[in-house]
Each structure stands twice: as C-alpha cells, then as structure tokens.
C-alpha cells in the first residue's frame, strides 16, 4: 500500500528531465542522408574548434621554453616533446600549497553552505514562525545583489575582525547562498508531507526528522547543490585575489594570477600551470557529468 | 523521479573518499614554522625577466652568507597589482618584513601609513649613509621629515644600439661609440642611415598599450628642454606646452613605419633589437641581461640630447619597510642587516644594467671596467625622476593617463597639442583630489 | 484513497500550506525551533550580506581610505562626483558595449550547437565535452590559455593569420582590439551553459510534433523553423537574462588578460570600482559607484522578474 502510494505521488513530482538524445526526427529517414552528414561534418568541426585552445595549451606545456618561445605552430616542438614545465612547476612547490588552500576552503564553503542552506530552507518549508513570509521575501530578493558590489564594505569587515589573511577570511562571506536556499526549499516542498506526519505521531522532533527522513529524500538536489558550490568555489576568483595577500595562503587561481616566475614570461611553463589548474575541474567533470548537466538544464544552477 | 539516491555508487565513493582525504589533510594544514635559530624574513619585489634571475643569484649569496637570517622572496607581477596587493597586506596589518618600491611611488603611500620610517642612526651603523648616496638619489627616499626607502639603484631609460649594424651604417666613431647627436634633425639623420644597414627598422621603441613606455621617453625629452612638470598641491600642472607638443611631436616622427615600426608593443620591440633586426632600442636598463643573453654585440649610451640640457629618465629601486601592526624588533634589526648587505653586494646589481646607489660600489674600480655601464654610468649625474606628488610614479595612475591621453598620437597621428590638453585635463584632475591614503590631510610633514 | 488524493493535490498546486501542530505550547516550540534552524544562516546572512549592503552605504557617503584614514562625512559628494566622472561612464559603456558584443554570438552559437546536437548525432559525449568543458575551468585558466593564443610575436591567433598571409594584430595590446579579444575568449568560455539550456528545452519538445509534421511532408528545415524554434522563446528569454546579468558583472577574464592593467577600452565597471578602491584607495568613493551600479542591476533584475511573470501570464 505504501509503496503504490509512494509510486504515485513520485510520479507526480517528476521534474523535466533532460531526456537522452532523440532518433532522427523523421522515421524512416536515412540515418546517413545528406543532410545529417553535412550536419555531422559542421558539429565536428565547431567541436573540434572548441577543443583547440586548450589542446593548444597542452602542446605548448610539452614544448621546451625556447621552442613555446620560438613562434614555432607545430603540435610538437622542435625538440621534442618533455615534462620539463611540468617538473619545474611542480618543483617549486607553489602550485601544490595553492591547490591544497583551494580544496580545503572549497570544501569547507561546500559542506557549511549546504548545511546552513538546508536548515534554513526547512524551516521555510516546513516551519511556521512569525515573519515567515517576510523573510523570505527578503532572502529571495537578495539573489538580485552582485557580490561585486559587496566587495569594498566586506573587505572593511574583514579588516575590522582581522580576517584579512586567513582561511575564514576566505570562506566565511562564500557561505551565504540565498538561491541555494531557494532552490532547496522548492524541492522539499515538493516531498509528501504524510512521510513526515508519521514520525512526528511516534514523537520524533524536527531535527530527527530533517536528518533521518528528508535528507535521504533530497540526495539528488543536495549533490547538485554541493557540486555548483564547489565548483563555485574552486573557480572564485574575485574574492580570494582581494581578501588573500600571503602567498602560501592563497588558492589556486588567485595563485596562477599573482605570483609570476622570477624568469619572467616562461611560457611553457605557464601553460604547465594552467593545465594542471585545469585538471581538477576536468576530472571533477568526468565524475560528476550526469548531475551537472541535469543541474544546468533543470534547474539553471550556475547561471550567476 | 528514479530512486532517491541518484548518485550511482561510483561517483559516492569518489565523493566520499575526496571528502575523508582533505579531513585528513585539514589536520595538517600549513601553519607557521615554529620559532628556529634562524628568522625567514618575507621579501616582497617585482623584479622579474632579466632583474629576477640577478635578484635571485644576490638573494641566495646573502642568504649563505650568513645564518642569522634567510630570506623568503615572493615575486609579483610589475605595476598596479603589485602596489594594490602590497598596499592591501599593509592595511591588512600582515605585510612583508621588507619589500622594493619604486622610490617615486613613496610619496603617495608614506602619508596613509603603509610604511614605516627608516632608523637613520641604526642604518649608519651599518656603513649606509648620506655620505655613501648620489644627493639627489638620497634626498627621494624622503617624505617629509622622514626616510621611507633607501635606494638600490637609479635605472634609467636609455639607449642601446647594435654595434655592427651601426658600425656598417657608419655612425660609430673612433672608439667604437655612438656619434654625437645635439638636435633632433641630426638624430634622425643619424637614424636614418642606419636604416640602410638594419634588416628591421633603425629603432625599435615598443609603446602600444604601455603608458609607462610613452611616458619613459617623453619625459626624458620635455626635460631635456631643461623643464620639470610641476605639479602642486591644490593649485594646477605646471606644464610646458610647447616643449610639450615638440617633444612629443618628435616621437610622432619616430614612428613613421620607416624609422621605427609604427605599433610596436613592449615585448615586440626587445625581440626585433634582440633578434638583431634593428639598429637601436630605447629602452631602461634593465633589459640588458636580455640583450647579452641573446649574445648580441651592443653598447648602451645615454638618449641623446636633442634639446640642449643632458637628462635621464629614471626611477630607483628602493628598499621600504612596510607598516606592521606589531612588529618585532628582532626581525626588524635583521631587516636592516639584510638592506645593508644587499646594498654592500649590489656590484652584482651593476651587472644587470641597473646603476647601484651605494657609492663604494660605482666608485670602485672593478665598476669602471663593467661595459657597457661605464657608457652610460654619467647619467646618474642627469637623472630626472616623475614630478613629486601621490599619483605619480613607476606604474601608477599618473603614466597610464599619460598613455590614454597620447596612444591616439602614436599610434593613429592625433593632434599632439589635443593630446597635451587632455593629459593635462586629467592630471589636474587628480590634483585636485586630496590623497586618498590621506584624505583630511593628517599626516605631518 | 483520499489521504493520497488530498497529497497529490498538494504536490501539484505547490501550496504552502503548513500542517497545524496542535498541541499545546506548540505555537512557541515551533517558534524557537524555526530560529534554531534559521539562526546559522541568518546570521551569515546578515553579517555578510545585509550589514556589508547598509555598511556600503554608509561607507558612500564617507570619503574613507583603504589606510585607515580619512572617514568624514561628505554628504553626496561621492556620487555626484561619480555621476560626473567620464571614466565611470566610460567603464559602464565598455560593459555595456561587451554586454552587447558577447550575447549576440553566446546565444545564436549556443542555438547552432544544441540544433546540431539535438539531431542525435553520434559521440553525443564528445560534443558535451567539447562545448561545456570550459565552462568548468576558472577564469584564470581562461585568461591565461587565451593570453597565449592572443600573444602578437608567438600566440596560435597570429600563427593563424601569418600563415592566412595577413597582418599579425596586436590583440590585447592594441585598445582597438582589445575588447574583442577578450570578447572571444568569454565565448568560448561560456557558450557551453547556453548550449546546455537550449539543448534541454529542445529535447522537451515532444517528438510527437515532428512525425505528425513529417508525416505532413515537411523537411528537417521547415520542421526547425516551424517547430522548434517557436517554442524556444521561453528558453530565450531566460538565456538572454542570465547572459545579460552575468556579463554586466564582467571583471575577472578582462581584468586578468589586461595584466590587472585596464586600458579605456576594457575597464568594466566593477574593474572601476575595484581600481578606485583597492589601487586608488577611495572606499568612500568605491563605495558610490557600486551603488551606481547596484541600482542599474536592480533595474534589470526587476524587469526580468516583470518580463517572466508576463511571460507565466501568456502561458495560463
């Protein structure tokens, strides 16, 4: 009874999907018409296009400096290919403090921002306090503000806590995710109250509930959640190049931007970086593909 | 919707293990070394190319030679960045135990707090004097009644020329030196000729979007004029417009695509004189380990002087204590051990192009043998620095207007009288602003 | 059968409806409880959000230093100064004129490449790839891959015109290019999410309007025209407002291809507002002009907000 229950309101809340990619529109059509391969040979070539400057980039990180230096447009250096950007990089030690600062404060801005967000929007969903409504309101109209605009009076307040400088200088003003609010709350609406109504007959209180039922529930949302946070997170630049000037604090793209060589533009050596830099995204791409294209397609999550 | 947990089990454990590692890892996050014998002292410059490799190799020898202290040197990008980053650690109460500034810029920061005034009494004991210091060079690291930097060096902007592209032209004398040059016509016609023999251009001067470039060359020849831009507080720049218009009018003619190549961009124009392509470069002095890098026969002189009074332009490489909230005495005695023995090595500066401060050094004779600096060692005796006030300075606001306002000039052949009025349009607007490190005006001086 | 009725019901209106606790004292605990779970967040909320947005006002009308000094009052002087500062224009102009230079081709290159991909073409993994794959790296890694390119003595972009047998440009360096150099790079960069949102509202078109269209005789041509894309406008709309609200906020590619140092043409007003408060040192100041531009985003995100609820009107 329960489960045929459950099967139909589950079906109720199904969301758009993003559905695979269709067959040809036309049945019966032939599947390698004229058309179609005119079609094949421009989407290869505009995937092509898109994937250059970054194969660029990697050629020119296994070239030896005088040849990334020499003008030379070959995939392959004069001199052959090496890992010496590579090594040199790696050698000295900057890139691995600056991804080790990213990570760490990527993850700590993931886990408390989902967890601040989830409270919060539980209570919109689920709580009745006075200025309910009010609030919200206010929460939601607060998505309209630039960070930018933000930049000058936090960076006073950091100043004013002595927080310039330090890991929660850096994380503390990314927690605040009024979307992530948003977004969670519509999902828990969206969860059939009677789930709930039953623990709360057998005593159980808000706290128990949230964690042993909803949050089960919202695993699908909550990984979007925690992985826009993240990637967020990683890629932000604006506000750790403001709040970080100690360079063994900063991450990793304010890192890359910052400290220069003292050899002056190597440009192996920089596309090295960047590479590296890249890696993490990538891989984090590779594993997580599914949730973040069904989280751009469904629900706009990245849009700012 | 499919089943609540959407992540396939792959993609937990990956989640998870990432989680779990950077727990442990938090544990051994980078925190300070904890108090040993010997202090690292933070350095922070913006020497990089050429100077970088020569700061380093001076680093390292000061760094074995004693063990009192090590220096941590952090190289950040030339010009605004650095200023801004550095501006922002002082204010954030954690900037570095010591850091190089381009002694034009120390006006505008001293008044806002950001340095901390040099122990005059503490540095001679140390051997650094006004005795061991050029006057002028001595008199900059001023502010007031106080003294915020002590100068490594002067660096100024000048003339490198390829010696057997210049030979072939004939425009070299007896000793193998640039023939004199006193107007502007005989410097053309000078260059010119050398067009003949030079694969490129005659000269290769690199301006495009490079406000400090432009401004190099123009201020070094409005002061050959015998003329300073004066620019004082609350009042309006003092300005020369047709000193002004020629001077500027003249690097107009430079670019005609003949001469010199009509856009050349910094990083173009050393590699046409590196490459040996061109005749001449102006350019500073601190490009010379490039060119001898490249193993290209040169000589270096002072910018002729097409106007009448010899003038250098230059800025100096000076060494400022940033304001610390609480700084420890001890760190600080090393900090002003470290400056003196860089000054006392700073032979090795020499080597890079850069014309040392300290006096016992140029007035050795192992520095009289250095060539081409000896060539062109006289212009520390001509070397006119960017007029004094907040805005101005080696990449400040103040060079990249100039640049805004006379790109046009160079680049498209603008009016240069127009040019001038809308440089001077800006700068006076800047004087009128109150500088916002010292908006009331508190500071004494 | 009427509790699941009931429950269905609720989940299709979205209503907000709160099941009433009734025991006694209720009304308090779900109040104190309500605060426990709203306090973290809304004390993030405030300290970071709320009180900077009130301390940047206050900051405005101030003529304080990032130094420390300074702090007197100035009544309206900063942003009088900045409604008359032609470089404040100039960088709302700049922003502006790339907010027009990047959606145009961000939303049309988008179009083609959810069009194609939506053929279901084979290697549908590889075009995800291709396309979205920027989007990920940060705009570090961007700006530095494309300075690279765009570098005039040894960059990709001037191998290819050299070898096209024309003049090398000086893309970043010369102000009449610059622009459009980082414009290209911000293409790139960020057509994958467009692509994405556009490839998602076609895939929710029901197939079911192309066979009954082909069975009509009308080719994949007609079949896109008539079909596809009239029922993209809402996707449009929305693409085009979140292209239009990103790019006014531009700062990080073009203040990092430029080197952190703007040339008229490039400087974005964000880009202005960081040099006059970080290089310039005028918080006060800084903070006017954020409010300038704060209430110009206000304006767009309020028309947004119009423009889709007329939008949600049409459609019920």
Same mark, same amino acid.
């Given at each position: ?304 | ?13 990956? !989640? ?5 590692? $950077?727990? +442990?890892?938090?544990?051994? =996050?980078? %925190?300070?070394? &904890?108090?040993? /014998? ?38 950040? !990008? ?5 200023? $801004?980053? +550095?501006?922002?650690?002082? =204010?954030? %109460?954690?900037? &570095?135990?010591? /850091? ?346 | ?316």
């Amino acid at each position: 009874m329960m489960s045929s229950a459950t099967l139909t309101r589950t079906e109720t809340i199904t969301t758009a999907k993003a559905r695979g990619p269709r067959r040809s529109h036309v049945p019966g059509q032939k599947p390698f018409g004229p058309l179609r391969v005119v079609a094949f040979i421009v989407l290869a070539l505009m995937a092509i296009g898109w994937l250059l400057p970054f194969l660029w980039a990697v050629a020119t990180a296994f070239k030896t400096e005088t040849d990334a230096a020499s003008g030379d447009p070959g995939w392959i250096g004069a001199s052959g290919p090496t890992i010496e950007a590579f090594t040199a990089i790696l050698s000295q030690g900057n890139v691995y403090t600056w991804a080790l600062n990213s990570l760490l404060t990527s993850v700590a801005i993931t886990l408390i921002t989902l967890t601040i967000s989830a409270l919060a929007a539980y209570a919109f969903s689920r709580l009745d306090f006075t200025g309910r409504k009010w609030l919200f309101v206010v929460i939601i109209a607060s998505i309209v503000v630039p960070p930018q605009v933000l930049i000058i009076p936090l960076f006073y307040e950091m100043l004013a806590f002595n927080l310039v400088d330090t890991y929660w200088g850096l994380i503390l003003p990314q927690v605040v995710a009024p979307a992530m609010v948003f977004i969670l709350k519509r999902f828990f609406d969206a969860i059939p109250i009677e789930l709930e109504d039953a623990a709360r007959v057998d005593g159980a209180g808000r706290l128990r509930i949230f964690w042993s039922i909803v949050l089960p529930l919202s695993r699908p949302i909550l990984a979007s959640v925690a992985i826009f946070v993240f990637i967020g997170a990683w890629n932000n630049f604006l506000w750790p190049f403001l709040v970080i000037n100690d360079t063994t604090l900063m991450t990793l793209p304010v890192g890359l931007q910052t400290v220069i060589s003292a050899y002056g533009v190597q440009y192996a050596q920089v596309m090295a970086q960047a590479v590296l830099a890249a890696l993490p995204l990538i891989v984090i791409f590779i594993i997580f593909q599914k949730q973040i294209v069904k989280g751009v397609a469904t629900s706009g999550f990245g849009g700012q | 919707m499919t089943p609540p947990l959407d992540l396939s089990r792959r993609q937990f454990l990956a !989640a998870a293990s990432l989680a779990a590692g $950077t727990a +442990l890892l938090a544990g051994c =996050a980078p %925190g300070a070394v &904890p108090g040993s /014998a010997t202090q690292t002292l933070q350095f922070w410059h913006l020497l990089s190319g050429g100077d970088g490799v020569t700061m380093s190799s001076m680093l390292d020898k000061v760094n074995s030679a004693q063990s009192a202290f090590r220096i941590r040197p952090t190289v950040l !990008a030339w010009g605004t960045p650095y200023y $801004t980053k +550095l501006a922002m650690a002082g =204010a954030g %109460g954690r900037a &570095p135990d010591v /850091a190089i500034m381009h002694a034009t810029r120390t006006v505008g920061w001293a008044p806002g707090g950001l340095l901390d005034p040099w122990d005059l009494d503490r540095l001679a004991e140390l051997g650094v004097d006004d005795s061991t210091f050029p006057t002028p060079i001595w008199e900059k690291g001023f502010v007031g009644e106080n003294m915020y930097s002590v100068a490594l060096d002067a660096h100024p902007f000048v003339l490198m020329f390829n010696t057997d592209v210049c030979d072939a032209a004939g425009v070299l004398d007896s000793d193998g030196r640039l023939q004199e040059t006193n107007s502007p016509e005989e410097f053309l016609d000078q260059l010119r000729t050398v067009s003949g023999t030079a694969s490129g251009h005659a000269l290769s001067y690199g301006y495009l979007g490079d406000g400090a470039q432009m401004w190099r060359l123009f201020y070094g020849l409005y002061a050959q004029h015998g003329l300073a831009i004066e620019l004082p507080v609350g009042g309006t720049a003092v300005i020369d417009k047709d000193a002004a218009v020629e001077s500027l009018t003249f690097m107009q003619t430079l670019l005609d695509g003949e001469i010199a190549a009509a856009q050349n961009d910094y990083g173009s124009a050393i590699a046409e004189f590196a490459t040996g392509k061109s005749g001449m470069l102006m350019t500073g002095v601190w490009e010379l380990r490039t060119m001898q890098a490249a193993e290209l026969p040169f000589d270096a002189t002072m910018i002729p002087t097409l106007y009448g009074t010899p003038a250098v332009y230059a800025d100096s490489h000076s060494f400022v204590l940033p304001h610390q909230t609480n700084a420890d005495p001890a760190r600080r005695d090393l900090t002003y051990r470290f400056v003196a023995d860089m000054l006392k090595g700073s032979f090795d500066w020499a080597e890079a192009g850069h014309i040392p401060a300290y006096l016992p050094v140029t007035e050795s004779p192992e520095y009289a043998d250095l060539i081409p600096q000896a060539h062109y060692a006289e212009a520390a005796q001509h070397v006119v620095y960017d007029p004094t006030a907040w805005f101005t300075g080696s990449g400040s606001n103040f060079q990249g207007e100039f640049g805004a306002a006379v790109q046009g000039v160079l680049l498209s052949g603008d009016d240069p009288a127009a040019a001038i009025d809308r440089f001077e349009e800006r700068v006076n607007t800047l004087l009128r602003q109150p500088n916002p490190a010292d908006p009331e005006g508190t500071f004494g001086s | 059968m009427t509790a699941a009725t009931d429950s269905t019901r609720t989940i299709v209106t979205g209503s907000k409806a709160i099941p009433r606790d009734r025991r006694p004292g209720s009304r308090n605990r779900e109040q104190l409880v309500s605060w426990a779970f709203l306090a973290p967040f809304l004390i993030a909320f405030a300290l970071f959000l709320v009180w900077p947005i009130i301390h940047g006002i206050i900051l405005s009308f101030t003529d304080q230093s990032l130094t420390g000094a300074g702090g007197a009052f100035v009544g309206f002087a900063n942003y009088a100064e900045a409604l008359s500062d032609p470089k404040m224009w100039q960088s709302m102009g700049n922003t502006v004129w790339f907010t027009l230079l990047s959606t145009v081709p961000l939303v049309l290159i988008a179009l083609v490449m959810a069009a194609l991909v939506d053929r279901g073409l084979p290697g549908q993994w590889l075009w995800r790839l291709s396309f979205f794959m920027p989007y990920l790296l940060a705009s570090t890694v961007i700006s530095q891959i494309w300075v690279w390119i765009f570098n005039p003595q040894v960059g990709a972009a001037n191998n290819i015109l050299k070898a096209l047998g024309l003049e090398p440009i000086a893309w970043l360096q010369n102000p009449d290019t610059n622009m459009l150099s980082i414009v290209i790079a911000t293409v790139w960069w960020t057509v994958g999410f467009n692509f994405l949102l556009y490839l998602a509202a076609m895939q929710n078109i029901p197939p079911q309007q192309y066979e009954a269209a082909s069975l009509d005789g009308a080719g994949p041509w007609r079949q896109f025209w008539s079909i596809t894309l009239p029922q993209l406008g809402p996707a449009t709309v929305l693409i085009l407002i979140l292209q239009i609200l990103a790019s006014l906020k531009l700062f990080d590619q073009a203040y990092q291809m430029l080197g952190g140092v703007a040339s008229d043409t490039t400087r974005s007003i964000v880009q202005y507002i960081y040099e006059a408060g970080f290089v310039s040192y005028r918080f006060g100041y800084s903070a006017a002009i954020s409010y300038v531009f704060f209430a110009l985003i206000v304006i767009i995100g309020v028309a947004q907000a119009l423009i889709m609820r007329g939008k949600k009107e049409q459609q019920l």
